[in-house]
């Protein structure tokens, strides 16, 4: 049986259904995360300090000296380098190193665009010794409007657009000090994006020895035009015209290629219209939260599974995603402030087309939305033959949430606690 090694950040939900995907492949599991201990279902996890890539792959090295692992999967974005650290010393299908650490930095993910001339916005780097006019002289540079965003964190925690010059001067400001908030040097750079308008897209895709199979095309019907960045709805397929569909994925294929990724799952955001795209972000990783929940393949099976077969070298033949529509509501934060209660459950679970509704946080915890927060309430599921039908589902399912929260001061104080 083969033997696989997940690497789980102990503030994810995601683990269950990476645990359901070994189950149903036969493969055994061990779980590395910040604190050892047994999990509910009684899976043992020992402790790998995902902070810290070098002393997280000495861990699993030892660990493996006496119960051997066939692959290493990170399940979120902490555990990405140290997996692809851990892998190249054990010797098993992995990403290099460096290529993982682009992922999780957006200013070195910016520059092997740039030296390849896959299409990306055009940027610039704001160092911490930037005062207000050497801030506001770059952004000139770069034309308005533009995105301030740390280099470093995901889930759109962070970034804000600016318009103007005094705009990009408030947004730098808000912006350090939700970094700093949640353990940022305060000496890390900014990263300063020119804007770019039309519609997001998500591409969803397995590598395989260098070559990108695209899975999934997700359209985000809501536009992102800012100022803060928070995603809602994803559904698939994608309606883009033909021309986009291509340029799309070609654009993530490239990236992969310039980040150096070759193995494993690569889950991409992209801005396309008119057959022209612009590569947001990379990561090594399935897409976030429980959105993997959408998508099935062939005969059944999830893409938490086609990802653990293809670590563990188990023969799956390639498959075509369903036919079906399919599509997720990520449940969004309306203030900042301490969950009260999520409630118009049963009336949600009543729509049509709607397949499933999961509350992810605990009434009590602290929340925020972007760019203070970086996480949601909960996912709606929906099904259709069409995704205008989806789209209609989520949005009908929306209005009927409503979400109880005892709004505080300072949203910072909320990213702090998220």
């Given at each position: ?55 997280a792959a000495a ?280 969950l009260r209660a ?47 039908d989806v789209e ?27």
């Amino acid at each position: 049986m083969a033997r696989l090694l997940l690497l789980v950040p102990t503030s994810t939900y995601r683990v269950a259904d990476f645990l359901e995907a070994a189950r149903v492949l036969g493969v055994d599991v061990v779980v590395g995360t910040e604190q050892s201990h047994v999990m509910a279902d009684g899976t043992g996890a020992f402790e790998v300090p995902l902070g810290d890539p070098e002393r997280a792959a000495a861990a699993i090295v030892a660990h493996d000296s006496t119960s051997p692992i066939d692959a290493v999967v990170a399940v979120d974005d902490q555990g990405t380098v140290a997996a692809a650290v851990a892998a190249t010393r054990l010797g098993l299908r992995h990403n290099p190193p460096e290529a993982a650490r682009a992922t999780r930095d957006k200013l070195l993910m910016r520059r092997l665009l740039d030296e390849s001339e896959v299409p990306q916005p055009a940027f610039a780097v704001s160092p911490a010794s930037d005062g207000p006019d050497d801030l506001v002289q770059r952004a000139r540079a770069l034309g308005f409007p533009c995105v301030v965003k740390p280099a470093t964190l995901s889930g759109s925690q962070g970034v804000l657009r600016a318009d103007d010059e005094a705009g990009v001067v408030a947004a730098a400001t808000r912006v350090r000090r939700i970094a700093t908030a949640v353990g940022v040097d305060p000496d890390a750079p900014l990263l300063l994006e020119r804007f770019v308008p039309g519609p997001e897209v998500a591409v969803e895709g397995l590598l395989r020895a260098g070559e990108l199979e695209v899975l999934a095309v997700f359209d985000k019907p809501d536009p992102l035009d800012g100022p803060a960045f928070e995603e809602t709805i994803y559904v698939t397929p994608s309606r883009l015209p033909a021309e986009d569909h291509a340029a799309a994925t070609a654009a993530v294929s490239a990236a992969a290629r310039a980040m150096g990724l070759v193995e494993g799952p690569v889950h991409a955001e992209v801005r396309v219209e008119g057959g022209r795209a612009a590569v947001i972000e990379v990561a090594a990783r399935t897409i976030g939260g429980l959105c993997a929940r959408t998508l099935s393949f062939g005969t059944g099976h999830t893409l938490e599974e086609l990802v653990i077969a293809h670590a563990v070298g188990l023969p799956l033949e390639p498959m075509a995603r369903r036919r079906e529509a399919a599509g997720v509501l990520m449940i969004p934060v309306p203030r900042a402030g301490t969950l009260r209660a999520v409630s118009g459950r049963d009336d949600v679970l009543a729509l049509p087309g709607v397949t499933g509704l999961e509350i992810t946080t605990a009434v009590g915890k602290v929340v925020a939305p972007p760019p203070e927060g970086n996480r949601y309430l909960g996912f709606v599921f929906a099904r259709g033959l069409r995704p205008a039908d989806v789209e209609s589902a989520l949005r009908a399912a929306r209005a009927r949430l409503v979400v109880d929260v005892e709004p505080m001061d300072d949203p910072v104080d909320a990213a702090a606690c998220s």
